[in-house]
């Protein structure tokens, strides 16, 4: 491998073009990596001028183009029997590999790819240079699904002073238009058909015209009309069958006049396309239900619970302000009468109990709100209760006294008995 291009420190070889080698190289006065095609002039004299004169019209007519979609021409020189061309370095692949893949292109992805070759052969034509040679080995495909056309070897300038000889035909058999299998004369329309060609191939994964040699090929190209490529690939719409065979017109006149019209057909064909949605699928499903600690609780969750947990928890007992002698008292009060009330306050030196308070906090039924109010009544005067003294018996006297001790020993029990369920309570609870 060369070491040196002229200025250039050749790095890499990247591969053998059709007419010699393209190294990968670095152009040292301003640190850029460049891609440099070389082509070998040590021929005859006769095809060393042909093919030089060529090599260096692909130099000038890629040189007068700028535009995003076609490779950017640096230099040009010679350096003894090699002449070079320094051009963009572009890191990507070439169509050609990407079509020798086994899996298909999404139909999108080929409109796309299409539309922006279609653009870059308008701005071309524009220009009045022709590509004559439209295949996928001269279109890259770098970052971002960006495309570039390549190799401008036998572009065909207006002014171009290296012509091609009558019937000589240049280009690949296989995305020739007619008029190039023919001989004849070649314009703008020549490129549309080699590039309906690559867009018939992408989407069908076959070429439309195919024999086995070149003249059963051309023979194809002149005569034979393609199915439409929806009958082998029934992605394609039926709006891209019409492109495709507008494109592949075998009259000049039916043909797409400009590339940039079918541009503009593959990119409302692409938009009217509907949007694929990718549902997200897990890739693994959960083998087991998530356990407690793995389940995650929000802030305001995990604040309620923790508000929760500060709460004092309800347990079942007396509250320790209870009083059991105090509601013994009330007991007796609201049964017995105010003497042995009385007595009894005095034998466990106990406060007499408020029965008018204690009538007055106990809670009274409301009315029934459909109910009317009754009308206020007179309130009666207090008469002072006289206490009625029936005669009593000797006989009798003896049972008032033993009910009287009766009930004396009942309360007194029901006292104990409340004291020491007090006592069993704060130990059991307190």
């Known amino acids: ?3 040196h291009l002229g200025r250039y ?3 890499d070889e990247l591969g053998h073009g059709a007419m010699g080698i393209v190294y990968k190289a670095i152009d040292p006065l301003i640190d850029r990596v460049v891609a440099i095609k070389t082509i070998n002039l040590s021929l005859a004299l006769e095809e060393k001028e042909e093919y030089e004169g060529r090599f260096y019209q692909e130099a000038k007519a890629a040189g007068r183009l700028n535009h995003p979609n076609i490779v950017t021409i640096y230099d040009v020189g010679k350096s003894g029997d090699v002449a070079y061309i320094a051009m963009e370095f572009l890191e990507g692949r070439e169509l050609r590999d990407i079509l020798d893949e086994d899996q298909a292109m999404p139909v999108e992805q080929v409109l796309d790819i299409t539309a922006q070759v279609a653009l870059g052969l308008a701005y071309a034509h524009e220009h009045d240079i022709v590509h004559r040679d439209v295949k996928p080995a001269n279109i890259m495909v770098v970052r971002d699904g960006h495309v570039k056309i390549t190799d401008f070897g036998i572009a065909r300038m207006e002014s171009a002073a290296v012509r091609t000889q009558t019937g000589m035909v240049l280009g690949s058999p296989k995305y020739m238009s007619p008029e190039q299998v023919t001989g004849k004369a070649i314009d703008q329309r ?15 994964r076959q070429a439309p015209f195919t024999g086995e040699n070149i003249n059963a090929i051309m023979y194809q190209t002149l005569n034979a009309v393609p199915p439409p490529p929806s009958t082998i690939n029934p992605a394609v719409p039926a709006m891209l069958n019409f492109i495709v065979a507008k494109a592949l017109a075998k009259d000049l006149d039916d043909r797409y006049q400009d590339a940039r019209e079918l541009a503009n057909d593959l990119r409302a064909c692409r938009d009217s396309m509907p949007r694929r949605t990718e549902t997200a699928v897990p890739s693994t499903p959960p083998s087991r239900p998530p356990k407690l600690e793995d389940t995650e609780v929000s ?7 923790d508000a929760d947990e500060s709460r004092p928890v309800a347990t079942l007992g007396l509250s320790p302000a209870f009083d059991s002698f105090g ?8 049964t017995n009468d105010e003497k042995e009330v ?10 007499r109990p408020d029965m008018d308070a204690i009538n007055q906090a106990a809670p009274r039924p409301e009315p029934p709100k459909s109910a009317q109010p009754a009308p206020p009544q ?3 005067q207090a008469v002072p209760r006289q206490p009625v003294v029936p005669p009593l018996s000797p006989d009798s006297t003896d049972d008032v006294e033993t009910a009287k001790l009766g009930s004396w020993l009942l309360i007194v029990l029901a006292v104990l008995v409340l004291a020491g369920l007090y006592e ?4 059991l609870f307190f």
Do not use: H, Q, W
Request: proline share 4%; glycine share 4%.
């Open 1 to 3: 491998m060369i070491k």
């Open 9 to 11: 420190e050749v790095v």
């Open 190 to 204: 020549s490129d549309i058909f080699s590039l309906g060609v690559m867009l018939y191939e992408m989407l069908a």
């Open 299 to 305: 802030s305001a969750s995990r604040a309620g619970m």
């Open 327 to 334: 509601a013994t008292m009330r007991l007796a009060s609201m």
């Open 342 to 351: 009385e007595e009894l306050s005095k034998t466990f030196k106990i406060a």
């Open 378 to 380: 007179p309130k009666p």
């Open 424 to 427: 069993l309570i704060e130990v």
